[in-house]
């Protein structure tokens, strides 16, 4: 009675792991999933809308010049090409220096881990206007990079590091990385180490090693890094404008002016949307470049 009691439970578990197997790869329907598809729409979609409801609301005719008025407008051109620019430079930096940080958290110890994480996602509970501000006590004329090189005796007078592209790439590095440590920290811990030891006993030196087995299966989470910096780059605002000012303006601030000082609502929305598109071709191109370089892989 009792081996009839265990087949008979053992039976039951199997069933019911069986029915929760069902249950999970079943499909949701729709009605599942359209509150979360309303609220979709409301807060992304949504704006997306009353932007181009206040571009056409003068007619399409009037909507094609106001495009070819800003497209055609060099101050505008000067200012989305330095963005892209910038932005691509703090993508390549971020990438860089966070995979490199990853990787050394990766090979670290668990307490080591564990405070270099906390390190890391410390600054994002910290609000970005007070980050950008600490950069001006350490860039300012008096500030304290310009106050202990003068007290070193290495410069003269105090140079004027503020309002230059290169602060402002620090400030845009520094609130970046985050985002470019953490996917490619999450994918080296997802690696298998019994594919390190099976270099090692082939011969394969820590170099070796790193190229021919960790680079490559950790590539995902570098382009995830990389289209993530990318994408949150472009749309910058407070760190140009307090670290760089007019001289490293980018495409948000020419719309934040074009808005707030010249009341100029639909010539802000017309870059609102033009900065959207570009952003959603270079996620086309770089999900196609993946795609290819996935394919020769095989």
Not at 101 to 117: D, F, G, K
Not at 159 to 173: D, H, R
Not at 198 to 205: M, N
Not at 251 to 264: A, G, H, K, P, Q
């Amino acid at each position: 009675m009792q081996l009839n009691h265990n087949m008979n439970a053992g039976r039951g578990s199997a069933v019911a792991e069986v029915d929760r197997g069902v249950v999970l790869s079943r499909p949701i329907g729709f009605a599942s999933v359209s509150p979360l598809l309303i609220l979709l729409g409301i807060f992304f979609f949504g704006p997306i809308v009353a932007l181009m409801m206040a571009i056409l609301s003068g007619g399409f005719n009037e909507a094609a010049g106001l495009f070819s008025e800003v497209l055609s407008n060099p101050v505008f051109q000067i200012v989305a090409l330095r963005t892209i620019r910038i932005s691509l430079l703090v993508t390549a930096i971020s990438v860089v220096v966070g995979y490199a940080m990853a990787y050394a958290m990766w090979r670290s110890s668990p307490s080591v881990r564990t405070i270099a994480l906390a390190l890391i996602v410390f600054p994002l509970f910290t609000s970005i206007v007070v980050r950008t501000y600490a950069w001006t006590a350490l860039f300012s004329r008096y500030g304290m990079i310009n106050t202990g090189l003068l007290q070193a005796g290495l410069i003269d007078h105090p140079l004027a590091m503020l309002n230059t592209e290169p602060v402002v790439l620090v400030g845009m590095v520094q609130a970046m990385l985050p985002f470019a440590i953490l996917p490619i920290y999450t994918i080296l811990l997802g690696l298998d180490l019994d594919l390190l030891r099976a270099s090692a006993i082939c011969g394969a030196r820590g170099r070796q090693t790193f190229l021919k087995v960790v680079l490559p299966l950790t590539k995902q989470g570098a382009g995830v890094a990389a289209v993530l910096v990318f994408v949150i780059s472009l749309g910058f605002y407070i760190t140009p404008a307090i670290l760089g000012g007019p001289r490293s303006a980018m495409i948000s601030n020419m719309i934040s002016t074009e808005v707030m000082t010249f009341y100029n609502l639909k010539g802000g929305a017309v870059m609102s949307v033009l900065l959207l598109a570009v952003t959603l071709c270079l996620l086309l191109i770089a999900r196609k470049i993946g795609s290819i370089a996935s394919h020769y892989r095989r």
